[in-house]
C-alpha cells in the first residue's frame, strides 16, 4: 500500500501539487482585492471554492505530521521542518486560515456585519504575514516535486484527489453564491451611490462656476415647460443641447436628481 500511494514522497508530492493549485486560485483572488468594488462576487466564489483544496492541503500536511510523531520509519528519516516554521509559523498560518475563511462564511450566512467583517480583516493580515513566509521558504521545493517522476507510486491517486477537490469548490461556491447576493446587492448600490454623487459634482461645480463668475448675469429665454415637467411641478429652463432636463441616476436608480439642460451644458 505504501509503494502505491507513493509513501512519504508521495504525502510531500500531494501538498506541493495542491499548494501549487492554491497559489493560482490565491492569484485570481489578490486581484479581486484591487478591484473590490467591481469584482466583489468573484472574490466571495473564488473564496468559497478555496475550501476544499485548502481542506486537501491540511490534511496531507497533517497525516505527514501524524505519522512523524506516531514515529514512523520513513517519515522521522524525513525529518522535522525548521523550529520556526514548525512552532511558529505553521500554527499561526494554519489558525488565520480557518479565520479568514471562518469568517467568509459566516459573512455569506449571516452578512456583512461589522464584528466579522473585522475579524475578515485582521484574519487576513495575520495570515498574509504568515503565508509569505511560508511560501518565501518552501517555494524552492515546489519545482522538484511538481515535476513528474515515475519512480513515486500514487501519480494519478494525487491528480485524481487535487480534481476531486476542485470540484467540489466549484459545486460549494455555486451553491452557496446565491446566499450573498443580498449583502453584494447593497455593496454595489452603496457604491453606486458613491460614484453617482461624484458624477452629479463633476457637473455641477463647474456650470454653478460658470454661471457666477461672469461679469454679467446670465440672461436665458425662458421656454415654455413640457407636459411632463408641468405634471411634474418643474420650471421650466432655457434653450439649450437637450430641451428640458436630464436625469442622472445610479445603475440601480436608487438616487436620482434632475439637472435643467442649459446652454454650455456638457
Not at 506541493?16 to 467591481?38: D, N, Q
Request: without cysteine.
Amino acid at each position: 500500500m505504501r509503494r502505491r500511494l507513493g509513501g512519504v514522497e508521495g504525502n510531500e508530492r500531494l501538498t506541493a501539487a495542491t499548494a501549487v493549485l492554491l497559489i493560482a486560485l490565491l492569484a485570481v483572488e489578490g486581484i479581486t482585492l484591487l478591484f473590490l468594488g467591481r469584482l466583489l462576487s468573484v472574490h466571495v466564489f473564488v473564496g468559497m471554492l478555496l475550501i476544499p483544496p485548502v481542506l486537501l492541503k491540511l490534511g496531507a500536511t497533517g497525516y505527514r505530521f501524524m505519522r512523524y510523531y506516531r514515529r514512523r520509519r520513513e517519515y522521522t528519516a524525513k525529518g522535522p521542518p525548521q523550529p520556526i516554521m514548525r512552532f511558529l509559523v505553521a500554527p499561526v498560518l494554519v489558525l488565520s486560515t480557518i479565520g479568514v475563511l471562518g469568517t467568509g462564511v459566516l459573512m455569506i450566512a449571516f452578512g456583512r456585519r461589522g464584528m466579522i467583517v473585522g475579524l475578515h480583516k485582521a484574519s487576513f493580515v495575520v495570515w498574509a504575514f504568515a503565508f509569505g513566509i511560508h511560501f518565501l521558504v518552501y517555494l524552492r521545493r515546489l519545482p522538484r516535486l511538481v515535476r513528474p517522476d515515475r519512480r513515486t507510486g500514487g501519480a494519478a491517486l494525487r491528480a485524481g484527489a487535487i480534481g476531486a477537490s476542485l470540484v467540489a469548490g466549484i459545486a460549494l461556491a455555486s451553491v452557496t453564491f446565491p446566499l450573498a447576493r443580498p449583502w453584494l446587492h447593497h455593496f454595489r448600490r452603496d457604491h453606486g451611490e458613491g460614484r453617482a454623487a461624484a458624477a452629479i459634482r463633476s457637473v455641477a461645480v463647474p456650470v454653478a462656476t460658470r454661471t457666477t463668475v461672469q461679469s454679467h448675469p446670465l440672461r436665458v429665454r425662458r421656454a415654455p415647460g413640457s407636459p411632463a415637467s408641468r405634471a411634474l411641478g418643474l420650471p421650466p429652463v432655457g434653450p439649450g443641447p437637450v430641451p428640458g432636463y436630464v436625469l442622472i441616476a445610479d445603475r440601480n436608480a436608487s438616487t436620482s436628481i434632475s439637472v435643467p439642460a442649459t446652454r454650455g451644458t456638457t
